[in-house]
């Protein structure tokens, strides 16, 4: 079974629209480029990865997979996957070729990242309470466009605007979504997206970033595979993975990236998907959940940054604030939750609220609902950082 993951560029030419008001007008003629698939990814598994085996990979460590048996596809797509011939096996034969591992192999993270990192600052977002959390966790900035609706979530998508930023060594910037249920000293995380963060990789490079928890961040989680938790199956690509294209501020050409989260309603897996195919890549498994094993409460989409306390804020989405529209700004558009009964469909306007924990002048989110046929539902997000929380 073969899984081909982010980023094969489309490229197609729509009608982009700016926002004034909270009314849509003028548009104006911007290419857009959905990534996925390999051709817009930077194949850096002779750098970065191992070529390990698919039942010896660091997920069954964890002590509750012990005895897990691989689901190598959701059940929802099983018929479009059995009819996908060497799924997992169509691999380049050369496992040194940058295209990934043989069959019955997933590209991991290398041991020495993984042992360096383990001790890492975690990824957090746990509280609704911005401003206290901000408090509690000093350094760590948020703008996000939150769910409130009082229904069980069973996963989100979005199409999320790459632009490179400049940041120090021990500063991090990620833009994406999170799937959340508990209270905060049992939060239940899986937080995915597109992220620069140059103590986790080594380099400032934009690359297909996750985190997770059961536990509120006090003694599981991790970025990735840093720990055992996620199961990959793509054969292929990886978390962690080089983006090899992104935006530029004021330019008509912009590149977005389609990531999804859906949980299988039958194995209550939450599974990874990159790509407009909408292709699995893997799954953290139900098993290391509490709360999420029964589904979400929250879903948040937006953008993290995190810098030591007492020292200036990195730039999130693309450095600009939302103010500057899509021309110049971050955003995610074609949002969507899969809601109580399994269904995609698009958020509710009336069921989003937009949160940031600082001044205006560091981050802000700007959110008006339906943005046109391309952004569908969307919002702008992010700013240059500064002295947000000192």
Request: aromatic share 12%.
């Amino acid at each position: 079974m073969k899984i081909i993951f982010l980023f094969l560029i489309v490229s197609f030419c729509v009608q982009g629209y700016e926002i004034d008001g909270g009314r849509i007008h003028k548009p104006k003629k911007q290419q857009f480029h959905r990534l996925h698939d390999h051709q817009s990814t930077q194949g850096s598994i002779d750098d970065d990865f191992d070529c390990v085996e698919i039942y010896k990979q660091p997920a069954f460590q964890h002590p509750l997979l012990k005895n897990h048996k691989i689901q190598l596809f959701p059940t929802f797509m099983r018929t479009r996957m059995q009819n996908r011939s060497s799924y997992l096996g169509k691999a380049n034969k050369d496992e040194n070729s940058m295209r990934g591992c043989r069959p019955g192999k997933v590209p991991i993270i290398k041991t020495t990242m993984r042992q360096k990192l383990k001790t890492h600052p975690s990824s957090r977002s746990e509280l609704d309470n911005f401003t206290q959390y901000s408090k509690s966790y000093p350094g760590h900035h948020f703008a996000t466009l939150d769910t409130t609706q009082d229904i069980t979530f069973h996963g989100a998508s979005a199409a999320i605007s790459t632009y490179n930023l400049s940041l120090h060594a021990n500063q991090y910037s990620i833009c994406g979504f999170w799937i959340q249920s508990g209270p905060p000293t049992e939060l239940n995380s899986i937080q995915v997206g597109t992220g620069i963060h140059p103590s986790l990789y080594g380099d400032h490079q934009i690359r297909l970033t996750a985190h997770w928890t059961a536990d509120g961040y006090h003694k599981t989680g991790c970025f990735n595979q840093l720990c055992p938790g996620f199961v990959q199956v793509h054969s292929q690509f990886s978390l962690g993975e080089v983006l090899k294209h992104s935006s530029v501020i004021g330019s008509e050409e912009k590149y977005l990236s389609d990531i999804k989260v859906k949980q299988d309603k039958f194995t209550g897996h939450w599974w990874l998907f990159g790509s407009l195919d909408h292709i699995p890549m893997g799954y953290w498994p139900k098993q290391i959940f509490t709360h999420l094993s029964k589904g979400s409460s929250l879903v948040r989409y937006g953008g993290e940054t995190f810098a030591p306390p007492n020292t200036i804020s990195p730039p999130m989405g693309s450095g600009r604030l939302p103010q500057e529209l899509f021309k110049n700004s971050g955003y995610i558009a074609d949002l969507m939750i899969v809601d109580s009964n399994y269904n995609e469909v698009e958020v509710n306007s009336k069921y989003m609220k937009p949160n940031c924990d600082t001044t205006s002048n560091c981050y802000d989110v700007l959110y008006h609902g339906y943005e046109g046929p391309f952004y569908r539902q969307a919002f702008l997000f992010g700013g240059p950082g500064g002295q947000c929380g000192i």
